[in-house]
Structure formats: structure tokens, C-alpha cells
């Protein structure tokens, strides 16, 4: 294997150990994970897949000297106590679950840093700005930026791929726009159409269900 395995590459190897069963009968789970391990990536067996993969996730941490640190992800923002192993195991599965997300959806949502910093400017552009383009395009920003606060909640709920697209959720946020810019109202309805009821008056989030 002369590439680092991708989240895909993992699942790809998950799939074909279940397709397995059928000509190995005999051979438990983690047996037929090595065989598909070997089949579709070359390495030894799927303990040498899995040790790799972690060597992908752990690239991102950041873990300072010392007693009692508290480890960063640079990639999930997730941060964790890294001598408990419960805690590791805990940042592994949320850190495969933005990958998964991120390689089905082709994006990550926005920290809670990068969420103020883009509110911040559509805020100043809705209010500063000189024409009406310009004023459309800050009242995008914020909605952006409600937006990828309301799928990260769906991800960490489990929900996120049910969470409505960006454009499904400037559509049903038209109530924001027209409580607050109203004179924007009519163009963002134009561009993204009306969805009612969806998200109640007053709230930002997509309901989880």
C-alpha cells in the first residue's frame, strides 16, 4: 500500500469483509476483515490498515507537554483528555464521522470561530454596504453561517444526513430575513424560494427528528 488510507479506503475494506461471509463461511469477522484488507489494499492484515488510518487522524492533533493536557484536533475541533483511552476512542469516531461527512457532502461546517468571523462581515455588509447586490451577499454570509451551526448540531445528533441543503435552509430562514432585513426579503425569496413551517419563528435550527 503505498498511500496513506482515506475513510473510504476503511469502508471499502468494512463492505468487502461482509461480501466475504458468503465464500468464507467459516471464518470469523475479523479473519475475513484481514483477508479484505490484504485483497483490496495490500497491507497485511486489517490491524496494519487500522494503525495507519490512525496515523492519518492523529496528524491533526496537537497535544501539548505536560500533566493533565487537553489534545486539539486541528481537523474535527474536537478536544480530549489523550491519556484516556475512552476519550480516544471517543475523538476517533467523531473525527471518521466529519470524514464521512466531509466526503459526501464535499465540506466541512464552519467552527464556531469561523461561524462569528463570517457573521461579522455579512453583518457589516447588510448594514455598510452600498448597493443592493452587495447587502444580498452579506445576508447570505449570515445565513451561511446559522446554517453550519444547525448541520454540526445534526452531526453530532446523528442526523446530518437528513439535514436540509443550504439552499433548502435559506428558503425555509426566509421568516429571519423578512423579521430583520425586510427590504432583502423579497430577493432572497426570489433566489431561494419560501419553505414555511420548516423552522419556527424565532429559531435558527433545523428541527432535529
Sequence with gaps: MQHAPSF???QNVKRHAKTLKATHPELPHGKRLDLAAAD?????????????????????????????VVAYCRYCHFRFA???KEDQLE???FHERIMEVEESCGFRPMTAVER???????YDLVHR????????EGAILLLRALFDRSFANAIGAGLWRKHPSFEQFAAMMNH?????YPDLAPVMAQRFGRIPGVIPLGQNYWPLK
Design 176 to 180: 429571519y430575513v423578512e423579521e430583520r
Design 40 to 68: 483490496l489494499l495490500g497491507v497485511r492484515n486489517y490491524h496494519e490498515l487500522s494503525r495507519r488510518f490512525k496515523a492519518v487522524i492523529d496528524q491533526h492533533l496537537e497535544i501539548p507537554e505536560g500533566l493533565n
Design 91 to 93: 475523538h476517533r469516531e
Design 8 to 10: 473510504a479506503d476503511v
Design 116 to 122: 462569528d468571523l463570517q457573521r461579522l462581515k455579512g
Design 82 to 84: 489523550p491519556e484516556l
Design 129 to 136: 454596504a452600498a448597493t443592493l447586490e452587495e447587502r444580498v
